[in-house]
């Protein structure tokens, strides 16, 4: 069934030539004022509307379609309301971007140019109602607030479920920032430990000569410094959960401890003769490829198969289909909400970039973007400056495709700058049709000026 797209138009012409128009692509629904506008909202739902400004009692005046504006923003905000006006209203349709609106188009509208529009709006609309229904989706089923509709993501979803209800040690493996402290978080929460403690210990963050008593803990006197006994990370997790992050820089001496601390859970404090038993669960993590360094011998193989009971592949983020979309929305609304900003939404440009960035951090990165994005955006749409993406430069590509993508959006961009974004003389310079040209703009993430 096709979408709903609301026309609201105190011209009866201008909505039947509209319905004519768009009928073909969405449910066209009509209304000639803001009361009728609003009641027609409200039982429909639609989430595009084309909103003129000028509305009876007093078309000439924009305050009625500004107060339509507000109305319908109330019912739903994450509504995405066109604002369309003559020459003479332009300022007044900038005011109504600020209020919430997601663009404007100039009248007379252009048919290639408002289809155009629309597309851009639904494609927005649907990311952010799927964002939505993720959300109900994962309610009472918590995996740390990781979100993922791909195949690899429901396949650790579907791990983790299995796996929490054991006791079996887990390692995970990922690129950095990829969920991997996420995921044993989520295996503790699942398991019958979850009342009991979660204790993390990055190991590459300790140099070696202090790892051991970390981990084991020590005795008062065992060296110098030591004025104080004082328990390991291992035994402060009694009863619940240890997170070994980046277990693969373990240094060998040590791997051997902890070897004999799964094989037995007792642990012996540095400096201590006493064998404390104790009841701990193990998770490791890394990002390292354990198996070359077992061929370095520079990682234990028993060790290895003591901890890789169950192993999860944490997946990086470029390998997640359509995941992308869904959690940078995920962090749009999470960050605006904390900074009070509501309405945001991203650029089409902006949404480009984040589908094709290759995100060599992962989701730490696409979180960390989208924060900066929020926090400096100046208005309702995050842009590719918001997000500090540039375009790509000609001595990056790697592959005959990219290289055609440059070529294009570099003429592209300097025709439309040369003819002030005006697409008819840009498509007559280029040689294509404007449908063409509207086509290759949305391909490469080019907003319309």
Known sequence: MNPKLLIVDDDDEIRTQMKWALAGDYQILVAENRPRAV??????????????????????????????????????????????SGQGEKE???????????DFLCKPVEMEELKFLLTRCFHVARLEREYQEMQQLLQGDDFEGMLGTSRAMQTVFDTIRKVGATDAPVLILGESG????????????KSNRKDGPFIAINCSAIPDTLLESELFGHEKGA????????????????????????????????????LRFLQDQCVQRVGGREEIQLDVRVIA??????????????????????????QIVMPALRERENDILLLA??????????????GLTFDPAAIHALSSHPWPGNVRELENKVRRAVIM????R???????????????????????????????????????????????ELGISRPTLYELMEKLGLAKE
């Open 39 to 84: 009641e027609i909202f409200r039982a429909e739902l639609p989430s595009v509307v084309l909103l003129d400004l000028g509305l009876p009692p007093q078309p000439a005046n924009p305050e009625e379609g500004l107060a339509a504006l507000s109305e319908l923003l109330a019912l739903n905000h994450m509504a995405k309301v066109v604002i369309v």
């Open 92 to 102: 007044v349709a900038l005011r109504a971007i600020g209020a919430g609106a997601y």
């Open 178 to 189: 990829t969920g991997k402290e996420m995921a044993a978080h989520a295996i503790h929460q």
């Open 223 to 258: 060296f110098t410094g030591a004025h104080v006994q004082r328990k390991g990370r291992i035994e402060s997790a009694g009863g619940g959960t240890l997170f070994l992050d980046e277990i693969g820089e373990i240094p060998l001496p040590l791997q051997v401890k902890l």
């Open 285 to 310: 993590a890394t990002n390292a490829d354990l198996k070359k360094a077992m061929a370095a011998a520079t990682f234990r193989e028993d060790l290895f198969y003591r901890l890789a009971v169950v």
């Open 329 to 342: 929305q995920s962090f749009l609304q999470r960050f605006a909400l904390q900074v009070k900003k509501t």
């Open 377 to 380: 955006a100046e208005g309702k």
């Open 382 to 428: 995050l842009t590719l400056q918001d997000l500090e993406f540039t375009p790509e430069s000609k001595a990056n590509v790697t592959t005959l495709k990219e290289a055609r993508e440059a070529v294009e959006r570099e003429m592209v961009e300097r025709v439309l700058r040369k003819h002030s974004g005006k697409i008819t003389s840009a498509a007559i």
